[in-house]
DNA sequence: CTATGACCTGC
DNA sequence: CAGGTCATA
């Protein structure tokens, strides 16, 4: 890794820039850091910071301002309303789904600004490998340090290094102990390297190809890799895919589904036929964007059960 | 088709 | 037990 060719720079040093959104459409802090993505995190003065395609951005909203500045630049000129999603109609969301259900209008009410993110389709993948059975926290520790061991260097600003995610390729066999022990997966690291190496032996542009995809086939294409499951799948397709139908059911939309929508699962534990029980079920309630309802029900339910330090 | 256990750690 | 998955019974 030639660490000699990221400069150490300050955010003061750097241009910042601005535009305009409404605030109760963009809520930075739900947005970041409700679960979806695992590399940003806040600063004492409000920042969000946070590597996306190999740059490092930080950015926070004042009223409907949101400044930014990006190192070396931004991934692309329109990145902000691609990543943010910021041509989703989020308003017409709230009016439609909330007129069908009064527990998601509640939890459009309580966490209003909250989106979904078009994030990349290959860290998003490599990202949920190392969520099963994992907490927040210790999965974003895990990204961290695997961006530092083999992601590309890009700057260390205000005294903290800045890398890129590492590829597809990083992930063989040798480094596997290094991941079980340094980046402290334990058992994931074993599955997450089988699923990369099968990923890797895709043809090129597997990943990004998924989401041109209807939602039945890109899932479907997820699940024929080893180690990734129903709910892997259905993160991927909804964090990075724009798949709006997907559903990932973990225990804490099965908690809620048990308890609002479907009180005769008796069913123990979280099989496949409940699995698609309760996904089918909230699409049957809200259509082509239960993925929606889905995150603001999720996320109620986590602030709730508070099992998370982010907010 | 369902249920159970194993898999690494730590809060 | 945690924002699962797979193998087995």
């Given amino acids: 890794m030639p660490l000699v060719s990221a400069p150490t720079l300050s955010w003061a040093e750097l241009p910042h820039y601005s535009f305009e959104y409404p605030s109760p459409l963009l809520n930075l802090r739900w947005t970041l850091g409700c679960g979806q993505a695992f590399r940003w995190r806040e600063t004492a ?38 990543y943010l999603r910021l041509d989703f109609d989020l308003e017409a969301m709230y009016s439609e789904l909330g007129a069908l259900d009064p527990h998601a209008r509640a939890s459009f009410e309580s966490w209003p600004g909250l989106r979904l993110l078009r994030q990349d389709p290959t860290e998003t993948i490599t990202s949920f490998l190392c ?54 997966l334990g058992y994931r690291a074993y599955n997450l390297v089988r699923a990369m190496e099968q990923i890797a032996a895709k043809p090129p542009g ?91 029900l999720f996320f109620s339910h986590l602030m709730r059960h508070r099992d998370t330090p982010v907010l």
């Fill in 131 to 184: 969520t099963t059975a994992n907490s927040i926290p210790r999965i974003a520790r895990a990204i961290e340090g695997m961006s530092v061991a083999w992601g590309e260097p890009i700057a260390t600003i205000d005294d903290r290094s800045y890398h890129g995610f590492p590829t597809a390729e990083v992930f063989t066999e040798e480094i596997i102990p290094t991941l079980e022990r340094d980046c402290n």
């Fill in 206 to 296: 597997w990943a990004n190809s998924l989401r041109a995809m209807p939602y039945a086939e890109a899932r479907a294409e997820l699940m024929s890799v080893r180690s990734i499951g129903p709910k892997i799948a259905d993160c991927v397709s909804l964090f990075a895919l724009d798949k709006d139908e997907a559903v990932p059911v973990d225990t804490h939309v099965r908690q809620i589904a048990l308890e609002l929508y479907l009180p005769e699962i008796t069913q123990k534990s979280l099989t496949t036929n409940v699995y698609n029980r309760i996904a089918s079920r909230f699409r049957e309630m809200f259509g082509e964007r239960a993925g929606w309802a889905q995150e603001y």
């Fill in 45 to 82: 003065e409000g920042w969000w910071v946070g590597v996306v395609r190999g740059c490092v951005l930080r950015v926070r909203s004042q009223g409907d301002t949101v400044e930014y500045a990006a190192y070396p630049h931004l991934p692309d000129p329109g990145f902000w309303p691609d």
